[in-house]
């Protein structure tokens, strides 16, 4: 699956990642997981989340793994040390970002 | 609303299909009870949002797809480079005209050298033109394989 790979941390990604950060996750408990973690403002379609799944599956950034429940269609995705490493470059930039952001926005408001 | 469904699943490529197919339709169903049990406009609202995502998501799958196919990649810029070249065809046809009136009127071997020099730095520049263009469609399609690489 290497051919679709697309290094692109879009939101949807991003929300991605994090949920497997904590634990590996089945399809419909990332969409539930994300959804909350958004605080309902982020709802991916199935279409989408397995759009962004199949991407994340090309950059090796996320494996499937036997969970508890071994059945075909409830396969979960845990994150790779590669997915984590993309993970932690992503919140350094965000952070840096959010820095930036408080600096002019205190200097706007003076 | 599973038939939708399943109907939706075959605009995707098989490959992803024989990868995906069964999770999905498993995540569907969960989520179309979830809505349900909200109410029948939450439940229509989702099934919309839904089959768009699906619909979207097979467009964006295929197009990958034909994307990733070579001979498209190889197809593609050889035709716009085909078309390129046929927009030089009529100053070429023009310039041609021009030698045979200008070769009736020389009157030295000196005119018809620099007439020659004139043409073959007129077709080295329009191949440069053609060459740059092609590489730069190439460029192009890397980009677009690979967009924050560039």
């Excluded at chain 2, 339709?25 to 809505?35: G, K, Q």
């Excluded at chain 2, 593609?76 to 046809?93: D, K, N, Q």
């Excluded at chain 2, 073959?120 to 740059?132: E, Y």
Aim: net charge positive; with cysteine.
């Amino acid at each position: 699956m290497r051919h679709v790979a697309d290094d692109k941390v879009t939101e949807p990604v991003l929300l991605i990642l994090l949920s497997l950060a904590e634990s590996p996750r089945h399809g419909y408990a990332l969409l539930k997981d994300i959804e909350s973690m958004s605080s309902g403002r982020v709802r991916l379609s199935t279409g989408t989340l397995y759009g962004a799944l199949h991407r994340l599956l090309a950059n090796d950034w996320i494996e499937r793994v036997e969970g508890a429940d071994t059945s075909r269609d409830k396969r979960c995705y845990r994150l790779t040390a590669q997915g984590h490493r993309v993970l932690v470059a992503e919140f350094d930039r965000l952070k840096e970002l959010t820095q930036i952001a408080g600096t002019r926005l205190r200097a706007s408001e003076v | 609303m599973k038939r939708s469904f399943a109907a939706l699943m075959k605009l995707y490529p098989p490959g992803y299909r024989a990868l995906f197919a069964d999770e999905m339709a498993a995540v569907f169903e969960e989520a179309c009870r979830d809505h349900r049990a909200q109410g029948q406009l939450a439940y229509i609202l989702y099934l919309l949002a839904e089959f768009a995502g699906l619909i979207k998501g097979a467009v964006l799958a295929r197009s990958l797809g034909v994307w990733q196919n070579r001979a498209v990649r190889v197809t593609i810029p050889f035709v716009a480079g085909t078309l390129v070249s046929v927009a030089f065809l009529p100053p070429l046809l023009a310039a041609r005209r021009f030698l045979t009136v200008a070769n009736s009127h020389l009157n030295s071997q000196d005119d018809t050298l620099k007439l020659l020099v004139l043409a073959t730095a007129s077709i080295i520049v329009i191949a440069g033109c053609s060459v740059a263009f092609v590489l730069n469609l190439r460029s192009i399609a890397r980009r677009i394989e690979h967009p924050s690489k560039t």
